[in-house]
């Protein structure tokens, strides 16, 4: 096949006038997944980054592929999507940027650079520069993620009361941050956490990474008064999962902008993301919004209840529907069963699981869901120890295709069964 019949063939999607409709082309056809190995899999563990994350919205794919056939400036889609999001979630301004984390180190460059070049080109090195160079942030609330902040320079430094904060804040105090998910850990609440930024005129920022649904979440951090707001794509939005978004106040976005590609000699140059994703990124979050959140809820909880159903009655099974309160919120159940009964550790059933046809993954004990890497559970010998006690797995069906659940519900039941004495 020659390079203009590989073209054509790519063009499959009806497009606004000028592309005709052309055959599916075998690249359509061909299963990549297979012809490598690679294996696929039924997710009923969630918008997990190692699992790849999320199904992106069919609106979404269709602008990937759409838009992926012109060219246009960087910046001006930028400007345009910007505009539009920030309507979207009630914020001054906003980008999309390569995830959640990237949106955390942009907004703090901004905050360091502002919009002198010089500074942006001196990141990260901030000594003798006259940058600022410390984030506060609650002991609490410093987790793995505020790596995002270290790739500008800066330190961190942790507080644990209004106290500490006024205390720990001087010259060189460059942000305080925010993280939602743990907001129950800290002694110090969000309007709290805002009118200590206001007193002492530094910016505040607020890590929302994996906190729609509620939908109202959007907007409601952006009305609060926080300076930067960071959330994820490629989560429950399901967009791009190499796309997240930075909202918030004017000139902020205008200085974490210039620390941005398409500009190099920056530090955030590799946090690419191009016209695809920027525009995947905004129809993903107009769809979200004009989602029918309680209908898509209902969903979740009928696919939950079938499971349930499946598993319920089979001796020495018990099983609980929760909803975090924080964090991934979506119906999860947990089902337990009595290891004299059913001779199965939680990590034997998920690797059962795993290994099954098709395969599923599932969550298999209480711990955060940060503490799974593919592969490396045992990184920490604590961790663990923990992962192979627990005579329980546990399951969500935010990001089920819909009939997945039966699948799903089927295997669970299977396995029990044949461990059950
Ligand atoms: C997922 C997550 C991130 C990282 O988000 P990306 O969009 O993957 O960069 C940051 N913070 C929290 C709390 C998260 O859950």
Not at 224 to 230: C, E, P, Q, T, Y
Not at 266 to 282: Q, S
Request: glycine share 8%; net charge neutral; charged share 25%.
């Amino acid at each position: 096949m020659n390079r203009r019949e590989l073209l054509k063939g790519l063009t499959v999607l009806p497009l606004a006038g000028a592309t005709p409709q052309v055959p599916q082309s075998t690249i359509r056809e061909r299963d990549i997944f297979k012809e490598l190995g690679i294996r696929t899999f039924i997710n009923a563990a969630g918008t997990l980054t190692y699992m790849s994350g999320c199904i992106m919205r069919d609106e979404v794919v269709e602008v990937l592929e759409s838009t992926s056939h012109h060219f246009c400036m960087i910046d001006e889609v930028q400007d345009k999507v910007g505009e539009r999001i920030a309507q979207l979630v009630h914020s001054e301004a906003a980008m999309v940027t390569c995830g959640a984390f990237s949106a955390m180190t942009l907004g703090l460059a901004g905050i360091l650079t502002g919009l002198d070049v010089r500074k942006v080109e001196q990141l990260p090195h901030l000594a003798g520069t006259g940058m600022k160079s410390e984030v506060i942030c609650q002991k609490s609330h410093n987790e793995r993620y505020n790596h995002a902040f270290l790739n500008t320079g800066c330190t961190i430094v942790e507080v644990e009361t209004v106290e500490d904060v006024e205390k720990a804040i001087n010259e060189k105090t460059a942000l305080l941050h925010f993280l939602n998910i743990v907001s129950n850990a800290g002694q110090i609440k969000h309007e709290e956490w805002v009118a200590l930024g206001k007193k002492h005129n530094i910016p505040t920022s607020i890590d929302i990474a994996a906190d729609v649904p509620p939908v109202s979440n959007l907007w409601k951090f952006n009305e609060m008064g926080f300076d930067l707001v960071f959330i994820s794509g490629g989560k429950a939005i399901r967009g791009p999962q190499s796309a997240g978004i930075l909202m918030g106040r004017k000139d902020l976005i205008a200085a974490a902008r210039l620390n941005s590609p398409p500009r190099g000699f920056t530090v955030a140059r590799g946090h690419k993301v191009n016209k695809e994703e920027i525009l995947g990124m905004y129809v993903a979050l107009e769809k979200y919004l004009s989602n029918d959140h309680e209908k898509e809820w209902k969903t979740w909880e009928n696919r939950i209840a079938h499971i349930q159903n499946a598993v319920e009655g089979l001796k020495g099974v018990t099983t609980k529907i929760t909803v975090p309160e924080l964090g991934n919120v979506t119906p999860v159940l947990t089902i337990n069963w009595d290891d004299t009964v059913v001779k199965l550790t939680g990590r034997q059933l998920r690797d059962r699981l795993r290994d099954g046809h098709p395969s599923i993954e599932a969550q298999f004990s209480g711990l955060p869901l940060y503490h799974y890497q593919a592969g490396s559970d045992s990184i920490d010998p604590a961790v663990a120890e923990t992962l192979k006690g627990g005579n329980l797995v546990r399951v969500t069906a935010w990001m089920l295709q819909p009939g997945e659940e039966k699948i799903v519900a089927r295997r669970i039941k299977e396995e029990l069964l044949t461990a059950s004495v």
